[in-house]
C-alpha cells in the first residue's frame, strides 16, 4: 500500500516534470532588449538634437499671413541637367565568427509580392540595396532563407543561436570591414514585424539580420515567425 | 498610374494672384516651407528678389537654387536682369502674393509660356510615400513649345503634357533612357537622356527651353516617404522548425500519468 503511494507520487512527478524541464532547458526566443528599442535606441555618441529655434511663435500657432520678414542663408546652387548618380558599393561579405558562418552577400531589392528579395541559393544572403550600406545612418538589412526543399539549410540558420555581445562582420566592396555586436535577439510573428523600424532610413547605424524560425505551417510551407538580430557598430 | 493636376497661373506684374497650394503635406516643422527656384529661361542670367531683399543673385539658366528653408506665408518674388538695380531696372517677370503653405515643399519655376513670355510658376512637389523599390517620376513642361509626349525606354508613359503643366507617375526605382517627343509623333524633341528615378522619392524632370536656344532637361530630386518591404520571406522546408517536445519526451510523460493512475487505483482499491 505504501509502495503504491510512492509509485503515484514518482509517477506524477515524471509526468509534471518532465515538459517544465524541457520547457526550461530550451533555448530562449529572444536574447537583448526587443529589436524596435534596439533599432531606435541612439548611439551612445549621438548628439541630442538641440530644440528648434522658434522665433515669437503666434498664440494660435497659426502661421501669420503677413509678409514674414526674410532672414536668409547662402543659397545653394546647383546645374539641373540630368545626371546618373554612381551606383553604391555594396557590401560582399557577411560574417558571424561566434556561430562559424560565412556568407558571400548580394545586393537585393523587392518582389513583386512587395516582400523582401532574397537569393534563391540559401548559402547566400541578401543585402536590401534600398536601403543604406552597412555603417551608413540607419538600419542595414541583411536577410537571407533558413533553409529550403531541395537545398537543406541555409547560411542563416544559426542566427537563432545568436548571443547579445556576439560579434557581426560586414566586408564592404572595397575590402575595409565593419564591425557590429549583437544588442537584440528576437522572434517575431511575420504578421507584426515592425517594418518601418527594421527598414528605417534614419536614425543611428545599425545592421539588421533576418531569417525565418518559429514553428513551421505546413499548409503555407512557409515559418510563422522571423529571427530578428540587431547589431550595433563596434567601435 | 497617378496622375496629378497641375497648378495653372498666371504670372502678372500688377496681378495679386494668391495661390493657394492644392496640397499641404504634413511634415514635422509646422512653420517652414521647403522652396526650391529653377532657372529656366533660356539665355537670361537673372537676379531673384523676394518681398524686396535679394534671394538669388547671377542666377544662371539651367541651375536650381535650394533647398531653402523658409517661414510659411505669403511672398512677393521679382525677378531682375542680372546685375540690374532694383530701383530702376525693369521687371523681368514678377509674382505677388505667392503662398507658400508652412509644411510644404514647392519650387517655384521662372520659365517661358508656350508663347515664349517669361512666366513664374510654383508647382508643389508630390512628398507622399511611394511604395518600396518604386520613385515617383514627375515631368513638368515649362518650354516653349506645344503639347509633348514622354517616352522612357521608347514607351509612352505621359502623353499630351502642355506648359505649363505637370504629370506624375510611379514606376520602379532605377535608371531610364527618357526623351521627349512632340506630342503624338516620333519627332524627338529632346533627349534621350539617362535619369534616374531614386527610390522612395520624386524625381521631377523639367522640359525647358525654346526653338531658339534648344530645348534641354533639367532635374531635381525631392525625398518622398520611403516604404519598407511587405515582410521578409525564408524558408520553405521546416528543417529549421521550433519543434514542439520531441516523442521520447512526450512518452516520458504519458508513462509517468500512466504509472500514477494505476498506482493510485491500486492505492484506492486496497483501502477498501
Aim: charged share 15%.
Amino acid at each position: 500500500m505504501r509502495s503504491s503511494v510512492v509509485a503515484m507520487v514518482l509517477g506524477l512527478v515524471l509526468a509534471i516534470g518532465t515538459p517544465i524541464t524541457w520547457a526550461l532547458t530550451r533555448p530562449d526566443a529572444t536574447a537583448g532588449t526587443t529589436v524596435e528599442q534596439a533599432i531606435d535606441a541612439p548611439s551612445p555618441s549621438a548628439v541630442p538634437p538641440s530644440p528648434a529655434p522658434s522665433a515669437a511663435p503666434s498664440p494660435s500657432g497659426a502661421v501669420p499671413p503677413t509678409v514674414p520678414a526674410l532672414d536668409l542663408p547662402p543659397v545653394p546652387i546647383r546645374d539641373a541637367a540630368p545626371t546618373v548618380a554612381a551606383p553604391v558599393p555594396p557590401p560582399v561579405r557577411l560574417s558571424l565568427p561566434a556561430q562559424g558562418v560565412t556568407a558571400p552577400l548580394d545586393a537585393v531589392g523587392v518582389s513583386p509580392d512587395g516582400q523582401m528579395e532574397l537569393p534563391e541559393d540559401v548559402d547566400r544572403v541578401g543585402w536590401y540595396r534600398f536601403g543604406p550600406v552597412p555603417g551608413d545612418d540607419g538600419s542595414a538589412v541583411l536577410a537571407g532563407h533558413v533553409d529550403d526543399r531541395e537545398q537543406g539549410l541555409g547560411a542563416l540558420a544559426p542566427l537563432r543561436t545568436t548571443e547579445v555581445g556576439d560579434v557581426v562582420v560586414v566586408t564592404g566592396a572595397t575590402g575595409a570591414e565593419t564591425r557590429w555586436q549583437v544588442v537584440s535577439r528576437e522572434l517575431i510573428t511575420k504578421q507584426v514585424l515592425p517594418l518601418d523600424s527594421i527598414f528605417n532610413r534614419e536614425g543611428p547605424p545599425r545592421l539588421v539580420l533576418i531569417t525565418c524560425g518559429g514553428p513551421f505551417i505546413p499548409e503555407l510551407r512557409s515559418y510563422r515567425d522571423n529571427v530578428v538580430v540587431v547589431a550595433e557598430p563596434l567601435p | 498610374m497617378n496622375k496629378t493636376r497641375p497648378i495653372a497661373l498666371t504670372a502678372g506684374a500688377t496681378g495679386a494672384f494668391a495661390l493657394l497650394f492644392a496640397a499641404t503635406p504634413a511634415l514635422a516643422d509646422s512653420h517652414t516651407a521647403t522652396v526650391s527656384v529653377l532657372h529656366a529661361i533660356p539665355e537670361t542670367p537673372v537676379d531673384v528678389y523676394a518681398n524686396g531683399e535679394e534671394l538669388i543673385a547671377d542666377f544662371m539658366p539651367g541651375t536650381l537654387a535650394g533647398p531653402l528653408t523658409l517661414p510659411g506665408g505669403e511672398y512677393d518674388l521679382t525677378v531682375y536682369p542680372a546685375g540690374a538695380d532694383p530701383e530702376t531696372a525693369e521687371v523681368a517677370v514678377s509674382l505677388d502674393d505667392v503662398e507658400i503653405p508652412a509644411g510644404a515643399d514647392a519650387t517655384v519655376v521662372a520659365h517661358l509660356t508656350e508663347a515664349g513670355a517669361p512666366e513664374l510658376t510654383p508647382f508643389v512637389n508630390d512628398t507622399s510615400a511611394v511604395p518600396a523599390g518604386e520613385g515617383r517620376l514627375t515631368v513638368r513642361h515649362v518650354a516653349a513649345a506645344p503639347a509633348v509626349d514622354v517616352r522612357a525606354g521608347g514607351e509612352v508613359i505621359i502623353d499630351g503634357l502642355v506648359n505649363p503643366n505637370e504629370e506624375s507617375v510611379t514606376v520602379p526605382a532605377g535608371s531610364v533612357s527618357a526623351d521627349v517627343v512632340v506630342a503624338g509623333t516620333d519627332t524627338v524633341a529632346i533627349g534621350p537622356a539617362d535619369v534616374t528615378v531614386a527610390e522612395g522619392a520624386n524625381t521631377i524632370v523639367y522640359a525647358w527651353g525654346s526653338a531658339d536656344a534648344g530645348y534641354e532637361l533639367a532635374t531635381q530630386t525631392v525625398q518622398a516617404g520611403a516604404s519598407a518591404p511587405t515582410g521578409v520571406p525564408g524558408g520553405s522546408a521546416g528543417l529549421a522548425a521550433d519543434e514542439g517536445m520531441p516523442a521520447p519526451l512526450v512518452g516520458l510523460t504519458v508513462a509517468g500519468l500512466a504509472g500514477a493512475a494505476f498506482a493510485g487505483r491500486k492505492y484506492a482499491t486496497s483501502r477498501v
